[in-house]
């Protein structure tokens, strides 16, 4: 799919690319409205042609729920959820037109659909769609057994007798010994367990049926193939998308497929598409300043996360972008930026596959802070060392061996080193990797986590002998 096929499949497109974006144009509908400074502005909804399910737009995702201590439940894993500001966060998301919902088992150290269940169970049960998943990573849960339990827990958590939306999920990952293909038959066929949420959709558990993306895109296209032959019929798949994996997802890893293709082929079979990781974890939020600036040069009131939102919300066969919001800053951004959407241009969208090429040649590790990979066996921080690393890409502080400018050298390699101490202690550092590949399997990006972290080591010694 090309760029002018992108557009295709988006609505209508706006010429006056020069509007300030964080303020939402007034507009009438029958939803809830959103107020910023003297404008108001309606949330984007898109159908489900399934259901007839009027969506909105921006899905709040529920990986990244406040803690007391500050932060998010992935950052602070021995944390308690702050169950007053998720209430508060979930509050004004439906007061302001958002509708979708999406949890996992797997969140939040298992507490999110608790919490999410908690927050939503306060508000009539259709003014809301719950998504959560199927996430029997572990082979402890691939029995059939297990498997229900799983999902039955989910209901439980969740307060309600169905969800709207249910997900195999991360279906491609490795898992145990088995690789993608090996992996998806052992949690959902060889033990029945897909054909039982057949019979649970049809019992009426379950209203949409559907799974996210990760990995092997073997296992991506038989599913598809399954759907064309009538096999399974797919509802909706959650695929990651945003303009930098729109072209380079397989570059930058070459385990990883391009969302150009993943979209391409569900919006050719019309299957709703749900998005995850518009902003690549935070990164395409945070640019390095000249790339920044040519954003800022098209138009210097939007944020950089508002670029990506946009590009996320584009094409029409999307039905929701997921944000997992921590802040309620943030989720008020993001709700403004689509109330209502504002479709990219032909120009704009050439203008974001050019950064994306710029960003590209950064070479930064494709990690998007989801924590799968932790707890390490043998204590590293994973996440946190990828994050030192790619920060100091982005800001282009990188300490580059050779550079002509010796001071300029110094004070990079100085800076490098104290922020890694600073970020990451010193038992946790990429110099205690083992190599013991425990991290692999787990990986939703499929990044060689051990030899990003020889990598890293060499680096790291290399510019402390210089």
């Not at 169970?121 to 998943?133: G, M, N, S």
């Not at 032909?346 to 998007?368: F, W």
């Not at 799968?372 to 890409?393: Q, R, S, T, W």
């Not at 990429?430 to 692999?440: E, P, R």
Request: with cysteine; charged share 20%; proline share 5%.
């Amino acid at each position: 799919m090309n760029r002018r096929e992108f557009l295709k499949h988006s609505t209508a497109a706006v010429v006056a690319t020069s509007t300030v974006l964080s303020a939402c144009t007034k507009q009438q509908s029958k939803h809830p409205t959103t107020t910023i400074g003297e404008q108001e502005g309606t949330m984007t909804m898109r159908l489900n042609p399934n259901t007839g399910d009027e969506v909105s737009l921006l899905g709040f995702g529920m990986m990244r729920l406040p803690v007391i201590d500050g932060g998010s439940a992935r950052e602070n894993q021995n944390s308690q959820i702050d169950q007053d500001m998720v209430n508060e966060m979930v509050d004004y998301a439906i007061s302001h037109g958002v509708n979708y919902f999406d949890t996992s088992p797997a969140y939040c150290q298992g507490h999110s659909e608790e919490s999410t269940g908690i927050a939503l169970a306060r508000h009539p049960r259709d003014k809301y769609f719950i998504a959560t998943k199927l996430s029997n990573f572990s082979p402890q849960t691939w029995s059939k057994e297990e498997s229900q339990n799983m999902f039955r827990r989910s209901l439980q958590y969740l307060q309600t007798d169905y969800v709207d939306y249910l997900l195999l999920h991360g279906i491609g990952m490795a898992g145990g010994d088995k690789d993608g293909m090996g992996a998806f038959y052992a949690r959902y066929m060889d033990n029945g367990i897909l054909d039982w949420l057949v019979e649970q959709k049809k019992e009426g558990h379950i209203r949409n049926l559907g799974f996210s993306y990760h990995g092997d895109i073997n296992v991506y296209d038989m599913l598809l193939k399954w759907h064309d032959e009538g096999k399974y019929h797919w509802d909706f798949v959650q695929i990651e998308l945003n303009y930098l994996d729109w072209d380079y997802a397989n570059e930058i890893n070459p385990r990883n497929t391009d969302a150009r293709y993943l979209y391409a082929e569900l919006a050719k079979r019309g299957i709703s598409a749900v998005i995850m990781e518009p902003l690549l974890g935070g990164r395409l939020a945070r640019q390095p300043e000249p790339i920044a600036n040519r954003l800022r040069q098209h138009n210097p009131t939007a944020s950089m996360a508002q670029w990506a939102f946009r590009f996320a919300g584009t094409p029409e066969d999307i039905l929701t972008v997921l944000s997992g919001m921590t802040y309620i800053e943030h989720l008020k951004e993001n709700v403004c930026t689509y109330s209502p959407l504002q479709p990219l241009t032909e120009e704009e969208n050439t203008l974001l596959l050019s950064v994306a090429e710029d960003i590209y040649g950064l070479k930064a590790i494709p990690c998007t802070a989801c924590n799968y990979c932790m707890p390490c066996p043998y204590g590293l921080n994973i996440p946190a060392i990828f994050a030192h690393y790619n920060k100091c890409i982005s800001e282009d502080k990188m300490p580059h061996y050779g550079d002509t400018d010796q001071q300029h050298y110094m004070q990079q390699r100085r800076a490098f080193l104290i922020g890694y101490d600073r970020t990451v202690p010193k038992l946790r550092q990429a110099d205690h990797c083992i190599g013991c590949n425990h991290c692999l399997s787990h990986c939703p990006q499929r990044i060689d986590i051990p030899h990003q972290m020889q990598m890293i080591d060499r680096f790291v010694e290399r510019i402390k002998q210089n």
